[in-house]
């Protein structure tokens, strides 16, 4: 996630939500070259018309060396299954496309998006089931690694499940205030300082006026 000074990813009416520089984008092409799967809320990969894409030859060529596939599987999320079946993603078909929603998805939308996308699984009544789908995707998909994009409710519900090993985030010297503007944990998050997800700071890069900073959670995790 990149975020300003003030911890917004997006202005309030959510009209700016790239902000960046140029060395944040290289940043991101870079982490998607090291994951199996990229995964993004779907009115993020709406708003942003995200591709989730692999940047470029440059990072094609470091997935091969590594032994990945030459680009990560995409994941779409949403509870609804409110997806715009115009989106630019489902015009770009260079890797699998997969939707994860819940029961509370109409029909038609279920049957829409099994059309659209590559696989569409049902995980919970109301709500995903995160736990359940990282397992799902590491046994069908073979994901071992897995890069979350956002938003801040998606990003939230993965960090209550306690399913987050990794913080990735850069800091961008730029103010945007706003009590509704998003932030990179949005949604329901914790209610006492003893719920707060911990992690403790592994590097912090200065580049250009932009912060670099990676965070690992205090005690390793991962599926059981």
């Not at 496309?97 to 829409?112: D, S």
Request: charged residues 25%.
């Amino acid at each position: 996630m990149a975020m300003t000074a003030d911890g917004k990813i997006a202005t309030a009416n959510r009209m700016v939500h790239s902000f960046g520089s140029a060395r944040d984008l290289e940043h991101l092409y870079e982490l998607r070259a090291t994951a199996d799967a990229v995964m993004s809320g779907a009115r993020t990969v709406e708003i942003s018309q995200s591709i989730l894409g692999a940047g470029g030859e440059k990072f094609r060529k470091q997935r091969r060396k590594t032994g990945l596939a030459e680009y990560s599987l995409r994941i779409l999320v949403s509870g609804s299954g409110s997806i715009d079946p115009q989106a630019e993603i489902f015009r770009h078909r260079f890797s699998p496309i997969i939707v994860l929603t819940t029961k509370r998805a109409a029909a038609g939308k279920i049957k829409l998006l099994q059309k659209l996308a590559d696989d569409v699984k049902i995980l919970g009544e109301t709500e995903i089931d995160f736990l359940a789908a990282l397992r799902w995707l590491r046994e069908k998909w073979g994901v071992k690694r897995l890069l979350c994009e956002g938003g801040g409710e998606l990003n939230d519900a993965l960090f209550r499940a306690d399913l987050v090993d990794e913080i990735n985030l850069t800091i961008c010297p730029k103010i945007f205030g706003g009590s509704g503007a998003p932030t990179i944990a949005d949604g329901l998050g914790v209610e006492c300082l003893v719920d707060a997800k911990q992690f403790r700071i592994h590097t912090i890069r200065q580049f250009e006026g932009e912060l670099f900073t990676m965070y690992f959670r205090q005690k390793q995790g991962g599926l059981p």
